[in-house]
């Protein structure tokens, strides 16, 4: 009994990582384990008729991995590309992996369960559909929408 | 013994075995009196006892041997094939083919005694003839019947055995075993030519040897013929208490004997001095076994025989069994030279002039050397559709019964060949179509003859190849498919529309019954018509990078056509340029490349064609497809690229030719379901993906 009561107080506690990204002035946080690169803006070569999310492809050491713009997804405005644009490269539970443009990489923090909210998914604006809770970071005094990755990616786009 | 290191070998030769059996089968049941049909069935049920015999197969064991003794007495004319007979031959070999499974499976043949089999096999036996004596012939048939009992008479230039010299060790040895009351053959074994394995072989026949003797010398030595240091025959000195019969009995046991020649050989009974220090004797004898005596005599011993057959290595193919992941491996590994030869030459054209012609030399050199590398590895991974249309007839056959329809399956082109993955997976279309097309496509033999048509219904399978692709054709020659019910039902289902309907063509309606749960029999049968079929068929058609289409002609029959890609991984193909983006066209579907005028473009029913020489081809502007405005001006010359897919040919109108390239085919990955007209992509020299079109979906 005392194990389990130790397992949970771990878990109450336990850190996540989070790779933290901005699009405009808000912030995002992505769970590390699942990016696994961060590159560079590089050519991105367009797929014909797919859905407009979808910029195209990347060739990353030799494979062909699809770019997305979660800007695009989520409902905000287009993608702006400037000198701090990167692409993560998530890789999903399915095994693919997928690029996901974004404005700028911030930093990497840590965050317990205690720090995170969990949001409903009573809201009816787009974006909140694509979080699983928002993380108050009480150093820098600001809140960080948590992607729930698989809610996000984990679905397959259909071409057009 | 432990005989699962030969586990392999049992499975793949009994499946050989059961194949020959099943195509003897089919002979037999046209021609019940072919005798060469009967040896071979009884031959091959002969081997498959022995092999699971060794194995300990006890149930496989009889089941065959029952089947043996009933072929021992067709060959003996005492009993003649009939209808039923062969019926029960084949659910015979049905049920052999559960052992092997199960075997395959858990090296376990399962626990299935297959009485009735058995019992139906015993009737036969017992019906015939009553002859007092038949039981007792049938039990010796194998030794009496078998080829060896004709070679009696020429046996003495094959007995190999006298001409092993005696040291004056294994004399001893010899006298020894005689005066204790044993007996000395001579033996020499002759395996089948087409045996591959003839060290295994060699080892069987000695395990099997000694279990009821023992083996004093052997010509070639026991170590030469491990190594597989011997052509196709081996001798050795035995010493057993049993006699010759059992002696014989034995080696034959073991499959891929050809033939056993056997004597016995006088010694003289050593002094009872000799008895004391027998096993101090003994033991030289045996570390004696790769003797310098019996090496020096094997010179001169062995050639004269020898003479009359081809010296040397045997005719058979060397092979090497290799695991598929490991080929996989190596592909990708030539997949990325490619891609790094590519880098190479497209960097050595940026570099320019400076490059010397020595560089560009040994770059023209690795190109042909990458070029024939990956050419090799895939023959490597290619496979004959044999593998997988083999079993067709049986299943055509079994079908017939089933459907009483009678049907014959006309099968061409068995030997083309086809990517390893690809074979493994078009084994279940294939068979679904054939299935569909004797259920479904031939009539009922009455109806058949009403119509003027020969009773018995064809279906065929014709396998060719045809440039990049390979086609196979699966169809019949019944009914067709009945447009106006196909029409009917897809309303009915609200498939589509009564006014989409009167828009579509008969090719499009056609085309319907590949949708998920579309099946037009009006009878459900076992065989198909539960609306799992033809969607699957084409999902995994599709999945292969192949493609399925129907022709049909209503009372004529209907032609199911597979086209499937030979290659998976690289291809040679033509880079275009559309509206500043790059392409890649697979280079096999293209026919011509053409320079038009504007004027030479016309219009028919609104859409455009041109005349290539008395054809008329329908015109794609590419540009248009992949939504990208074209980076030439309107009154420009048009730039057109033939592409064919069977006999239909369509111009693609690009902007720009940028030359031949060897490209490795990448996947566009889960996450972006394959957009139609994009079959894949590839990364170019610069490191820059270049997505491939899909020319079999834009016709």
């Known amino acids: 009994m005392e194990e389990i009561m130790d397992i949970q107080q771990q878990e109450e506690f336990e850190q996540v990582q989070y790779i933290v990204i901005r699009y405009g002035d808000e912030v995002f946080g992505i769970d590390i384990k699942y990016v696994d690169n961060i590159v560079r803006m590089q050519r991105i070569t367009r797929v014909p008729n797919v859905a407009s999310h979808i910029k195209g492809v990347l060739n990353l050491r030799g494979e062909v991995i699809p770019v997305i713009s979660l800007r695009i997804k989520m409902g905000l405005e287009p993608d702006e590309i400037t000198k701090t644009t990167r692409i993560i490269i998530i890789k999903l539970e399915s095994g693919d992996s997928i690029g996901v443009l974004v404005d700028e990489v911030l930093e990497v923090i840590m965050m317990d369960s205690s720090q995170i909210e969990k949001v409903g998914y009573n809201s009816k604006e787009t974006i909140a559909s694509f979080l699983f809770g928002v993380g108050k970071d009480q150093e820098r005094d600001r809140l960080i929408s948590l992607l729930d990755i698989n809610a996000t990616f984990g679905d397959k786009e259909v071409a057009v | ?699």
């Not at chain 2, 858990?106 to 004596?133: C, M, V, W």
């Not at chain 2, 090799?376 to 459907?403: A, C, G, T, W, Y």
């Not at chain 2, 447009?483 to 529309?497: C, L, Q, Y």
């Open chain 2, 1 to 699: 013994m432990d005989v699962t290191q030969y586990l392999e070998i049992f499975l793949d030769e009994t499946k050989e075995h059961l194949q020959t059996l099943s195509d003897q089968f089919m002979i037999l049941e046209q021609e019940p009196d072919n005798m060469d049909t009967i040896n071979e069935i009884f031959r091959s049920a002969h081997t498959l006892k022995g092999m699971a015999g060794t194995m300990g197969y006890k149930r496989m064991q009889n089941l065959t041997h029952d089947m043996e003794n009933v072929f021992s007495e067709v060959r003996n004319n005492t009993i003649k094939v009939d209808g039923p007979m062969v019926d029960l031959l084949f659910q015979c070999l049905d049920a052999l083919e559960e052992y092997t499974d199960n075997i395959a499976n858990t090296s376990d043949e399962g626990d299935n005694e297959n009485d009735h089999l058995i019992k139906a096999l015993k009737d036969y036996l017992e019906g015939k003839s009553a002859e007092p004596a038949a039981e007792a012939a049938t039990e010796a048939a194998p030794e009496a019947a078998a080829p060896e009992s004709a070679g009696d008479s020429d046996s003495e230039g094959k007995a190999k055995w006298d001409q092993i010299k005696l040291g004056d060790t294994e004399n001893t040895v010899l006298g020894e075993a005689v005066a204790q009351g044993k007996k000395v053959f001579g033996v020499t074994v002759y395996v089948q030519e087409s045996c591959i394995l003839k060290a295994a072989r060699a080892f069987l026949v000695f395990k099997a040897i000694e279990e009821i003797g023992e083996i004093i010398l052997s010509q070639p030595s026991a170590q030469d013929i491990e190594d597989e240091k011997f052509d196709f025959d081996f001798s050795m000195i035995v010493i057993t208490e049993s006699d010759e019969e059992t002696l014989k009995k034995a080696v034959m046991s073991v499959s891929e004997i050809e033939s056993v020649y056997t004597g016995v050989i006088d010694v003289e009974p050593a002094e009872s001095a000799g008895v004391a220090e027998e096993p101090k004797e003994k033991a030289a004898a045996q570390a004696a076994h790769p003797a310098p005596g019996a090496d020096a005599s094997k010179g001169g011993a062995k050639n004269a025989p020898a003479d009359k057959k081809a010296v040397g290595k045997p005719v058979v193919n060397r092979t090497v069994r290799v695991d598929i992941e490991k080929l996989d491996v190596l592909m990708n590994l030539v997949s990325e030279l490619i891609i790094a030869k590519n880098s190479l030459v497209s960097a050595s054209m940026q570099e320019g002039m400076e490059t010397g012609g020595a560089f560009n030399e040994q770059i023209e050199y690795l190109e042909s050397v990458t070029t024939n590398l990956h050419e090799s590895v895939m023959k490597v991974r290619m496979v004959p559709i044999e593998n997988v249309v083999q079993k067709f007839p049986k299943m055509i056959r079994d079908l017939s019964k089933q459907l009483n329809k009678k049907i014959v399956l006309k099968m061409s082109g068995e030997e083309t060949e086809l990517d390893r993955t690809v074979v493994d997976e078009i084994g279940d279309p294939l068979m679904h179509l054939l299935r569909n097309s004797a259920d479904h496509g031939l009539e009922t033999p009455d109806v058949r003859l009403q119509r003027g048509k020969p009773e018995e219904g064809t279906v065929f399978l014709n396998a060719y190849q045809d440039g990049n692709t390979v086609v196979i054709e699966v169809g019949d020659d019944g009914n067709g498919i009945d447009v106006e019910a196909v029409k009917k039902k897809a309303i009915e289902r609200g498939t589509i529309t009564a006014e989409q309907a009167e828009n579509m063509e008969d090719k499009d309606i056609v085309n319907l019954l590949f949708l998920p749960s579309f099946s037009t029999a009006k009878v459900v049968t076992d065989i198909s018509g539960r609306g799992v079929g033809l969607d699957v068929v084409k999902s995994k058609i599709e999945s292969l990078s192949g493609e399925v289409d129907i022709k049909t002609k209503l009372g004529e029959g209907s032609t199911f056509t597979i086209r499937l890609p030979l290659t998976l991984a690289i291809i040679q193909a033509l880079m275009v340029e559309i509206g500043g983006e790059k392409y890649a066209i697979s280079l096999g579907s293209i026919q011509t490349i053409e320079d038009v005028a504007k004027s030479e473009v016309k219009l028919v029913e609104n859409k455009e064609v041109m005349n290539l020489r008395g054809t008329v081809v329908p015109l794609i502007r590419m540009n248009r497809v992949l939504s990208i405005e074209s980076t030439k001006g309107p009154d420009d010359n048009l730039l057109v690229i033939i592409v064919k897919k069977g006999d239909k040919l369509a111009g693609l109108i690009v902007d720009e030719l940028m030359g031949q390239q060897e490209i490795v085919i990448k996947s566009l990955g889960k996450y972006i379901n394959k957009s139609k007209i994009i079959s894949g992509a590839t990364i170019l020299g610069d490191g820059e993906v270049a997505l491939i079109l899909d020319t079999n979906a834009l016709i």
